[in-house]
């Protein structure tokens, strides 16, 4: 069986077992408390607008992060979660260190040992936070420190925007200055970045083809 075949096998596995166990949440809770499952016209309404919002959402994440994740990255980002935050970036970042190339079996392993890392080093991150909270509560509260925190996404994306945006600017302008026009049009799409993310990527994909067909890059 080869690597991708291996890779393949495991990851479904994986998957469905973290189906499983997040099915399994709401089920415990209803057996701990006695509480048998509601299904009103309100829980098909609300289901009806989480699915129409997440699910277009998670197929485009799919199609656009897995060429930069590879198989096995792609795996463990989507069943630890935080891919935007932190494992896009740590697989950017580690590529551009490596100076590998997407799609190559060197960019495979590159990717899968830094999200594999940002997956452990994140639950040694949250054990310790668990555990420290309350003696760090008033540290971080502290009037100081908090605007630092809430700038934090912000310069670790400007830094990787920009890296990239200078990289390639004829393709990174175009749904940069759309993104940036559109939310300064439309203010209320800050809610839905995860969205807007997906929907610039799509867009730098078709134009980064029509530039490429026409021999522009």
């Known amino acids: 069986m080869s690597y991708d075949a291996k890779t393949h096998r495991v ?18 809770v209803c057996l701990v408390f006695q509480e048998p499952f509601h299904f009103t016209p309100g829980y098909w309404t609300a289901l009806g607008a989480i699915l129409v919002q997440f699910v277009p959402s998670g197929v485009l994440e799919v199609i656009t992060y897995s060429p930069m994740l590879g198989t096995g990255g792609t795996y463990i980002a989507f069943i630890t979660g935080n891919l ?8 950017m970042n580690a590529r551009a260190i490596a100076g590998t190339k997407v799609g190559t079996e060197e960019n ?3 990717s899968t040992i830094a999200v ?3 997956a452990i080093v994140t639950t040694l991150v949250i054990a310790v936070g668990v555990l420290a909270i309350t003696p760090l509560t008033p540290l971080l509260e502290n009037p100081v420190l908090t605007p630092a925190f809430k700038t934090v996404v912000y310069a670790l994306f400007g830094a990787m925007g920009w890296t990239y945006l200078t990289k390639y600017p004829v393709i990174a302008i175009v749904p940069w200055a759309l993104g940036a026009v559109l939310f ?32 522009k890059v």
């Open 11 to 28: 990851g479904r596995i994986s998957m469905a077992l973290m189906m499983a166990l997040l099915l399994l949440s709401p089920c415990l």
């Open 84 to 91: 935007v935050n932190l494992k896009i970036p740590c697989a």
């Open 108 to 110: 495979e392993i590159i």
């Open 116 to 118: 594999s890392t940002s």
């Open 184 to 215: 300064f049009l439309i203010p209320a799409l800050t809610g839905s970045v995860s969205i807007m993310v997906v929907v610039l990527a799509v867009i730098a994909m078709v134009y980064g083809q029509v530039l490429y067909r026409r021999k």
